[in-house]
């Protein structure tokens, strides 16, 4: 069954599966052939961005600038300049819009096309394979964006296009014990060989398969997490729940593929899709830096240098899995979740989430800073906080950070359009 689904899928998306090939045969090539490929692929986009679009033409001097000092491409840029980013040759009628996950909750609009999408599942099947997953094998999605799990959306297709697909979308939108019951018996009757969603989605199915004491079914051989940062516990609640491995996987709908996670547990940069840069700037944690990224594929709205708005570092050195491409770490802070006190402070969103450790009755929490002066703590809990352990949070915030600490009991705390869930929330997004 599963090489029938496979030559199916195959024969369905001819575009698609032609770009697997050419991305598998890609990890065939050395570290340095890989390197000398990025840096051809990099000089080629950024030449045809400033001959071909209007934005990057007046951005860009043709005159043997090096990369690192063209501008860098910001959220604000691209929703001013949409429409001066498309290539010029773009036909107009048939390109569509596509929409950020919109982690403020205001989600950014771009351009796309059919081959951009193809070229994005061709990746996320690359990047499902390096847990041990073949085409043909079960996915199921637990997605929180509607306009993603509806028909035509990048998980919404028909019954029998996903029984090809042998993929199933769950709209994992609106949560409760019931859906999260339900959830996890689709789960265990579908017997899928991967589960990929977002953290927090995942999380709160593992909370409920753990206290259910529901058995997963023995077809898992990994659980993918993405859209939200994934923590060290969220990762081994998911492990006990699933009895599998969990992997993390980062991208974004604008330059998606960037890096995936291996069965050594090492995130993988896909440099034969993008080049990832890692800067330093002020705000950021110990350790992290701001990432950039360029798409070496993208020729209908090239994303040069553009700045993701999340953290992380470039690694040194292999990893013993054998894949040639070089590795990353993920940072915990987004640039929109760093907490500033009115005396100029700036506090990582880790400062806040440690503050918690050892807290067990909170099943949701969300630090969200009011004012300069003020933070609210929203929680989802089986129980109150004592009044010990609010002294201690409202004495060490007050003495640390000058903030005055207000706590409010949710009955669920509000997720973004797209269904993520932020858990620091600083005060220049709060809003």
Same mark, same amino acid.
């Given at each position: 069954m599963m090489i029938?689904?496979?030559?199916?899928h195959a024969r369905r998306y001819p575009v698609r599966y032609a770009e697997l090939e050419r991305l598998l045969r890609n990890q065939s090539l050395s570290r340095e052939e890989l390197s000398n490929k990025q840096r051809r692929d990099l000089a080629e986009i950024v030449a045809?961005?400033?001959?071909?679009?209007v934005y990057y033409?007046?951005?860009f001097d043709p005159v043997g600038a090096s990369f690192s000092s063209l501008p860098i491409l910001t959220k604000e840029d691209v929703a001013a300049r949409r429409d001066d980013i498309l290539v010029r040759s773009a036909d107009r009628a048939r390109v569509k819009l596509g929409h950020t996950g919109g982690s403020t909750g205001k989600p950014l609009a771009f351009w796309y096309d059919d081959t951009k999408h193809e070229s994005m599942r061709a990746g996320m099947m690359r990047g499902f394979m390096m847990s041990g997953w073949r085409p043909g094998q079960k996915v199921l999605y637990f997605w929180g964006a509607r306009h993603d799990t509806v028909r035509g959306g990048v998980f919404g297709g028909a019954p029998l296009a996903d029984f090809i697909a042998a993929e199933k979308t769950i709209a994992a939108v609106e949560y409760s014990e019931a859906k999260l019951n339900e959830w996890a018996r689709t789960t265990?009757?579908?017997?899928?060989?991967?589960?990929?969603g977002?953290?927090?989605?995942?999380?709160?199915? *593992? #909370?409920?398969?753990?206290? *259910? #004491?529901?058995?997963?079914?023995s077809s898992l051989i990994g659980v993918y997490s993405t859209a939200e940062m994934l923590g060290p516990d969220q990762r081994e609640r998911m492990q006990q729940a699933f009895g599998c491995k969990v992997f993390n996987q980062y991208g974004c709908r604008e330059v998606p593929n960037i890096a995936w996670e291996c069965r050594q547990g090492n995130l993988h940069v896909f440099t034969d899709l993008v080049h990832l840069e890692s800067v330093g700037g002020e705000g950021e944690g110990e350790g992290e830096e701001r990432l950039l990224v360029t798409s070496l594929s993208n020729r209908l709205m090239p994303f040069i240098r553009y700045e993701l708005g999340d953290s992380g570092r470039l690694i040194e050195g292999g990893c013993?899995?054998?894949s040639p491409f070089p590795l990353m770490e993920m940072g915990l802070c987004r640039q929109n979740d760093l907490i500033r006190t009115r005396a100029g402070k700036r506090l990582h969103p880790g400062y806040f989430n440690r503050l918690l450790d050892g807290v067990t009755q909170?099943?949701?929490?969300?630090?969200?800073q009011m004012d300069p002066d003020r933070l609210a703590l929203n929680l989802v809990a089986a129980a109150p906080l004592s009044a010990e352990i609010l002294a201690q949070l409202r004495e060490r915030l007050a003495r640390e950070a000058a903030l005055?600490?207000?706590v409010h009991y949710l009955h669920e705390i509000p997720r973004t359009a797209a269904g993520k869930h932020r858990f620091v929330i600083g005060l220049a997004t709060s809003g």
């Open positions: 029938l689904r496979s030559w199916l045809f961005a400033a001959g071909n679009t033409a007046e951005k265990q009757t579908w017997r899928p060989t991967l589960l990929y977002y953290a927090s989605a995942l999380d709160e199915i *593992a #909370r409920h398969v753990i206290a *259910a #004491r529901m058995a997963m079914p013993d899995c054998g909170i099943r949701q929490y969300q630090w969200v005055r600490l207000e």
